[in-house]
């Protein structure tokens, strides 16, 4: 899912914040150079209709999403797989006495938000310390996914796959190679496939230029190794108003 309107540009003012503003548009060119992927197969994101949000919000602070359970048919449980370098804790917050939603964080305990009350909705948390290298956090990863997916098995994952975590990173405080990160999601989709889970990846933070090219590179990786199959996705396209799985329904 993808629309050029996720690269924000203003007078050239976005190139002063470490934020890479144009980083999809760059991840999808990568994979299109690599011959990924083609623009029909990808899905055009929408503005959400005030009609979207009253299904995920009240009206008061918008701040119950049941998007997930009451438009899509077949998902009564979901996994939340959050792997960005901070808390995450607006969907923690949000899903606090949701028990159809699990939540595995895996996070910088020292960086923003240190979010106490937030917390208390993680089943599964993992909280890391500063420079945390390849070793340590791939054994944690791999120990906590493995985890969190035979506690309960979910009709759907949403993962979140900052690539925040990398070194250098002027946010994370992590120090996690490029091929750290590939080797992450490969991790993470290896457990979904191999319970034959559904995956809806989003890459959410990443403060360096180069993240864009490890987002592209891992992609292909996971395409390499069979774990994201383009003519699948492009079936369920058709098929489900959701984004392209990652393995089979």
């Not at 996720?6 to 934020?19: A, C, D, Q, R, V």
């Not at 969907?91 to 917390?119: C, L, Q, S, T, W």
Request: hydrophobic residues 40%; proline residues 4%; negative net charge.
């Amino acid at each position: 899912i993808y629309s050029p309107d996720y690269n924000i540009t203003f007078m050239g003012l976005e190139k002063l914040h470490p934020f890479d503003a144009g980083k999809w548009g760059k991840v999808i060119n990568f994979l299109k150079e690599e011959k990924l992927i083609a623009d029909d197969l990808i899905v055009q994101a929408r503005e959400a209709t005030d009609e979207d949000l009253l299904v995920a919000h009240t009206r008061r602070y918008l701040n119950k999403l049941k998007f997930l359970f009451e438009r899509v048919q077949g998902v009564s449980k979901a996994t939340i797989i959050d792997l960005d370098a901070h808390q995450g804790n607006g969907h923690e917050r949000d899903f606090m006495d949701d028990h159809r939603v699990y939540i595995m964080d895996a996070y910088n305990r020292y960086i923003y938000p240190g979010d106490g009350f937030a917390k208390r909705a993680i089943k599964r948390k993992v909280e890391l310390e500063w420079g945390t290298e390849d070793t340590e956090y791939l054994q944690k990863v791999h120990t906590h996914v493995e985890g969190a997916l035979n506690e309960l098995k979910p009709d759907i994952i949403v993962y979140n796959a900052g690539t925040d975590i990398l070194d250098g990173d002027p946010l994370g405080g992590l120090a996690i190679s490029p091929q750290g990160i590939v080797k992450r999601d490969e991790v993470v989709f290896k457990a979904a496939r191999s319970r034959r889970i559904p995956i809806l990846m989003v890459t959410s933070g990443g403060y360096q230029k180069r993240t864009a090219r490890i987002i592209a590179d891992s992609i292909l990786n996971l395409h390499n190794l069979g774990l994201i199959d383009k003519e699948l996705a492009t079936k369920i396209k058709y098929e489900l108003p959701l984004a392209p799985y990652a393995n089979e329904p």
